[in-house]
């Protein structure tokens, strides 16, 4: 996942922002981390690149 395209996701559930937390990256792909809504507290997990939202 490109960390560009992150400000083009929202929070499934409520819509609210996410915050990106990188725990692995390889160039400017993330690989491993998690995204956090600001609004409603949901973390969502990135793993191999994908973030697991459902």
Not at 1 to 22: A, Q, V
Request: aromatic share 4%.
């Amino acid at each position: 996942m490109k960390k560009e395209h992150i400000k083009l996701l929202i929070c499934p559930y409520c819509h609210g922002e996410l915050e990106l937390t990188i725990t692995k990256e390889k160039n400017d792909e993330i690989i491993e981390g998690s995204l956090k809504c600001k609004n409603c507290g949901k973390e969502y997990e990135i793993k191999e690149g994908i973030p697991k939202m459902l």
